[in-house]
């Protein structure tokens, strides 16, 4: 797709721009984008052949591995997480066979908001005072904004005059 687009894969300035114009604008309106690449030469380390930006550019990257099979033999494939920007994806317990995420399990970033509310709040805070107490190259705003509708109503309430509480 990018040399169809005449990019060059090579090219950190021509691999962020298609993916500007071609996920980016997916993704604002709620969508997903499947980008499927090859692996690089040496099938070592993170990311698809070409440049690194490929990875940078992407939230979440998964990397597939198996043995060989054909039209005529299966095999099993093993899927790993290669990256999470946002750290939002949940936790799977892979260990009784379950593919069902642990919906008591917080992610970092939820922990990490939790306890500035519970630390540096404890009467509670509107969400622009506790958003000023994340650290911005932390928590970016829309990411604070998501975490704080995720946990609203299983760890933290909104009372009538907008502040936010810890839920016991």
């Not at 021509?14 to 040496?42: C, M, S």
């Not at 043995?67 to 750290?87: H, P, S």
């Amino acid at each position: 797709m990018l040399a169809l687009e005449g990019y060059d894969e090579n090219s950190s300035v021509h691999v962020t721009q298609w993916i500007k114009n071609f996920a980016e604008p997916v993704k604002r309106l709620g969508g997903a984008t499947l980008i499927l690449d090859h692996i690089n030469k040496a099938n070592a380390g993170k990311g698809a052949r070409g440049s690194t930006a490929k990875l940078a550019t992407v939230d979440v990257a998964w990397k597939l591995d198996g043995k060989q099979f054909d039209r005529q033999t299966t095999a099993e494939l093993i899927i790993k997480k290669d990256k999470d920007r946002m750290g939002c994806l949940p936790k799977f317990d892979t260990g009784e066979g379950s593919n069902e995420p642990d919906s008591d399990e917080l992610t970092d970033k939820e922990h990490y908001i939790l306890d500035i509310l519970r630390d540096d709040f404890s009467n509670g805070a509107k969400a622009v005072q506790w958003k000023q107490a994340t650290a911005k190259s932390v928590i970016s705003e829309r990411t604070f904004y998501r975490v704080i509708k995720e946990l609203e109503g299983t760890h933290v309430q909104k009372d009538e005059q907008g502040y936010y509480h810890m839920l016991s």
